[in-house]
């Protein structure tokens, strides 16, 4: 009986230690696993920061790179950037960005000033533009003054309007959704999202508005133009006498002493008109002076990159002009390019025109729309964007001396939301303000930033203390957050 006994304890016992032995196994696998969990986790979010700080990289490089151009702009001229960006090298591996097609066009640079300004149209040029009806058109203006009381603070903001849809401001949803795996199958990046954007002209009415619609007030050698509205004063003799000669400041002297104002921008063509000045004279002329106080100028529209729609918006501007200018402004001479006089000199509008075209147009955009993707490749694959690549879009801004990103949102999941979207069949402004954000501010399409990078660039002449003739509005400021530098 013993030994059955002990025989009984010791098979007790050696149970026992297997199951003690099972679950310490068990809980070391779980151990393990979790910590391949974590270990995986970390590697991804690692990964994702890493391709963040990549993709923040290539902004800063588009920033410098836009930034060395500003002679071009000041000609009248699109810089240029190139399709990619290699930022670091490791072994066989790239940390590459590449510039995406934005513009219908399947530009990948769009300038912001080729687009109507949202907070400077009116009811009639937006209905103008084909791309909503004229009560639409009418709501958004009223919805601007009222019950918003400011302008617009991005194009966002529109879907905010009572009756206006994601597809009056971005054109059909359903395109987005091109770019879907199912749909294109093992098509590049580059390949889907063209697909989704180029077609024949804007595809909505965020295509041709803007909010980023304001330029320096300065000359074509960077100094500031000379405000004619104002009293005469010594000071405003000796800038004219510099800009050209003594003769000219005593005519302007004369001019304002005896009661001439110019207290609009069209004033200086019409005095041009008066003295029988032709329009090839007029550049210098039109490049010195000015009637609107202030750093920059708002709302102004570059007749050297707009798209028929929103050129053909313009007051005083008929459809046949619209589409002349689009057929000649890129086999224009350089010396016409930098100057709105080209439109008079080239005879696609009479010198009457600009009673209604000076203070909407220029020849300069000073701002500009990027979408870019970043992300590690092999040294052997640099040519298009690897499937888990982060997309930013970014406004760039170089109206003042020193660059700066007026936006920026990570849109890398904007096809699954679009995809979301269709699915759902939204019905209402508040389903849209969903859609139209991917980040952080759902309520507002145009997410703007709060920091900035760039570098010092000029000169730009300090404005001149002068006393105006006339009670000027307070100067506006631009519109985005990310101030540059220190």
């Known amino acids: 009986m013993n030994s059955i006994h002990g025989y009984s304890d010791r098979g007790f016992v050696l149970i026992t230690v297997l199951v003690v ?10 151990l393990l696993f979790m910590a391949q969990a974590e270990i995986a986790g970390s590697a991804g979010t690692a990964d994702a920061a890493q391709s963040r700080a990549l993709a923040w990289s290539g ?36 940390g590459v960005v590449w510039l995406l097609p934005l513009g219908p066009d399947g530009g990948r640079l769009v ?36 019950p ?13 309007v009572p009756g206006l849809s994601p597809e009056t401001l971005y054109g059909p949803i359903e395109e987005l959704t091109v770019m879907d795996d199912a749909t294109l199958g093992d098509h590049g990046v580059t390949e889907r999202l063209s697909a989704g954007i180029v077609g024949n002209g804007p595809r909505g009415l965020g295509d041709v508005v803007t909010v980023y619609g304001f330029e320096p007030a300065i000359q074509q050698d960077t100094t500031r ?29 004369r001019m304002l002493e005896g009661g001439t104002t110019f207290d609009t921008e069209a004033k200086l063509f019409q005095v041009l008109r008066f003295f029988d000045v032709p329009p090839e004279d007029w550049p210098q002329i039109i490049d010195a002076f000015t009637a609107e106080a202030g750093e920059f100028h708002f709302g102004r529209l570059d007749v050297n990159t707009a798209p028929y729609e929103a050129l053909v918006a313009l007051p ?42 000076a203070g909407r147009i220029t020849t300069r955009s000073w701002t500009y729309r990027v979408r870019l993707a970043a ?71 145009d997410a703007v930033a709060t920091a900035g990078a760039g570098a010092d660039s000029g000169p730009f002449e300090d404005d001149v203390t002068v006393t105006p003739t006339s009670s000027a509005k307070p100067g506006r400021r631009r519109i985005g957050r990310w101030i540059g530098g220190g």
């Not at 032995?21 to 779980?30: E, I, N, P, W």
């Not at 060395?68 to 066989?92: C, H, N, T, W």
């Open 21 to 30: 032995m099972g679950g310490a196994l068990l809980l070391a696998t779980s």
């Open 225 to 253: 133009r000379i405000n004619l509205n104002v009293q005469w004063s010594q000071e405003l003799a000796r800038r004219i006498e510099a800009r050209f000669d003594r003769e000219a400041s005593e005519v302007l002297q």
């Open 316 to 357: 005083g501007l008929e459809p046949e002009q619209a589409a002349r200018i689009v057929e000649l402004r890129d086999d224009l001479p350089a010396q016409q390019r930098a100057t709105i006089a080209w439109l008079a000199i080239q005879v696609i509008v009479q010198p009457e025109a600009y009673d209604e075209l």
């Open 111 to 146: 300038p912001e000033a080729g687009k109507l300004d949202l907070n400077h149209v009116d009811a009639q040029m937006l209905t103008a533009t084909g791309r909503i009806e004229e009560p639409l058109a009418r709501t958004v203006i009223e919805y601007r003054d009222e």
């Open 375 to 445: 992300g590690e490749v092999g040294a052997d694959s640099p040519d298009d964007p690897p499937a888990g690549a982060v997309i930013y879009e970014a406004v760039i801004d170089l109206s003042a001396p020193r660059p700066r990103v007026a936006f920026l949102r990570d849109i890398t999941l904007l096809q699954t939301t679009a995809v979301l979207a269709v699915n759902a069949s939204l019905d209402h402004v508040e389903s849209s303000r969903r859609f139209a954000a991917t980040d952080n501010e759902p309520s507002d399409y």
């Open 148 to 160: 918003l009381g400011r302008p617009y603070q991005s194009v966002g903001e529109l879907l905010r």
């Open 59 to 94: 902004v800063q490089a588009v920033v410098s790179r836009l930034n060395e151009q500003r002679s071009v702009i000041l000609d009248g001229r699109m810089p240029r950037l190139d399709e990619r960006y290699v930022i670091y090298e490791a072994g066989s591996r790239l």
